[in-house]
């Protein structure tokens, strides 16, 4: 009888004895089923609504294909995102560019490429962003990023939507702006953008920011602006540890759409499309990391340290965030194994913690651990810090998996180096 851990139904043993650890895996199949989550939700409430796939949580070319195939737009938040979507053909005029301080390079990038809009994050910006499409004679579609003074309720590094903070126009600056705006003749704005931070459960604050929102666009159109687009961000939250809520996506869009509408009638608004941006909700879920488990420490009556052969470089969550995960041995999967608390430390020169006191099966060097939703923000955050190697990518779809980024080697670590010529 088969007893390892099976993800995606997949034996996540044979995936680490196949490819190696530490080893990413993605299950094409789960990220389908969370957009198709997000989609149905709007489809039901008959909504006119965009998706932007948050890039930065997980992409490479197999995942702008699979965002490509379902339909889904993409945002992306540097040179190096673009990039990878052009690489990928993906229809440029689904891709949106955000960034609170894009460089000139990248600006002409996204004109070159025809991109579908730029999100403005500044008055600076707005001129530049003018200036340089002037220059191409080129008319951007744009959003301009509002920073909605709404604190939602999640670790304060990654809340963006706050006034003391570096991303949006605080709320009370947005007219001017608009104002401002009136004599740039190579931009058209078409919407709001906002987002409040990311990694929240509870669906008021989005509610809240959706009313701030539609308020002043309102008050925008009062003005003479008509807007036509809302987009409230991503944030959407994922459970941590197996037996936590999750965000119900569908009871959240359906409070949104009756809130924006029932708003809308009540000022007089055009019900505007809506857009979110989902990267962790997309493929958080979607993803484990398997490690193999090689020391293990006991301090006696203090605890007992289990390491694997990862850490901070391939998942920096928890010493950035205090971000918490839950998490397997996939080859000891029995109710009857013996318990123990232990706490999973990384490999790297530091007291990289990836899980403190976690109840175990009693592990032993070898073993397979399996962090578990680690689809977001993972790949995407890996370092080299140590000179260790990044993880290869697995991607699972049905009975299929094969490798999308390949696993970094001692020579790529190297590649890049160069003596100066006093050294040679
Ligand atoms: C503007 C913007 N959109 C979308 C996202 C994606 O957030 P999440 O992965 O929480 O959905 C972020 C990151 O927090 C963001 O800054
Ligand atoms: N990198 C953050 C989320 C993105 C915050 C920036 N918009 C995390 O891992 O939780």
Redesign the pocket.
């Known amino acids: 009888m088969m007893t390892n851990y099976l993800f995606s139904n997949h034996d996540t043993v044979a995936l680490a004895e196949k490819y190696g650890t530490p080893l990413y895996v993605i299950s094409e199949d789960i990220i389908r089923e969370n957009l198709t989550k997000i989609i149905n939700a709007f489809t039901k409430q008959n909504a006119t609504y965009d998706i ?1 796939y ?1 890039g ?2 997980f992409l490479n070319l197999a995942m702008c294909n699979i965002i490509k195939d379902m339909g889904v737009s993409l ?1 992306v ?1 540097s040179g190096g995102e673009l990039y990878t979507a052009y690489m990928a053909s993906f229809p440029m005029e689904r891709v949106c560019l ?1 960034g609170s301080n894009k460089t000139v390079e990248e600006i002409k990038m996204a004109i070159e490429y025809n991109i579908g809009k730029v ?1 403005v994050d500044s008055k600076y910006e707005l001129e530049l962003l003018n200036a340089i499409c002037e220059e191409h004679n080129h008319v951007m579609r744009v959003s301009i ?1 509002v920073s909605p003074g709404v604190e939602a309720h999640t670790h304060e590094f ?1 809340q ?1 939507g706050k006034i003391d903070s570096k ?1 949006g126009i605080p709320l009370k600056q947005v007219r001017d702006l608009f104002d401002f705006s009136k004599d740039l003749k190579n931009i058209n704005i078409i919407g709001l ?3 409040i ?4 459960i509870d669906e008021e604050p989005f509610l809240v920011t959706a009313e701030v929102m539609l308020n002043l666009m309102k008050e925008l159109k009062e003005d003479g602006f008509s807007l036509t687009e809302l ?1 409230l ?5 994922i459970p941590q540890m197996r037996h936590d809520a999750s965000f119900n996506v569908d009871q959240y869009i359906e409070k949104l759409m009756s809130t924006v509408r029932r708003i809308c009638s009540e000022i007089q608004l055009e019900v505007p499309k809506i857009v ?7 493929v ?1 879920t979607a993803g484990i990391t398997l490690y193999k488990i090689g020391t293990v420490k006991e301090i006696p009556e203090i605890r007992k340290y289990v390491s694997v052969d990862g850490g901070m470089t391939d998942n920096p969550r928890p010493a950035l965030y205090g971000a918490v995960y839950d998490a397997i041995v996939a080859n000891k999967t029995l109710v009857s194994e013996e318990q123990e608390i232990v706490t999973i430390s990384g490999r790297c020169c530091e007291s990289d913690t990836l899980i403190k006191d976690i109840q175990l099966p009693k592990v032993e060097p070898g073993d397979i651990l399996a962090v578990l939703n680690t689809g ?2 993972n790949y995407a955050m890996s370092s080299n810090y140590n000179k260790i190697p990044r993880p290869a990518v697995v991607l699972l779809r049905g009975d299929e998996d094969e490798i999308i980024v390949r696993r970094e080697t001692y020579e790529d670590i190297v590649a890049k180096d160069m003596l100066p010529s006093w050294q040679k």
């Not at 931070?197 to 929240?200: A, K, P, V, Y």
């Not at 961000?233 to 939250?237: P, S, V």
């Open positions: 932007n948050a930065k949580a945002d938040v955000h999100i990023r990654i963006t991303f953008h906002c987002h931070g990311s990694q929240i987009n961000g991503g944030g959407f939250g979110v941006e989902p990267g962790r909700y997309t958080g977001a923000y």
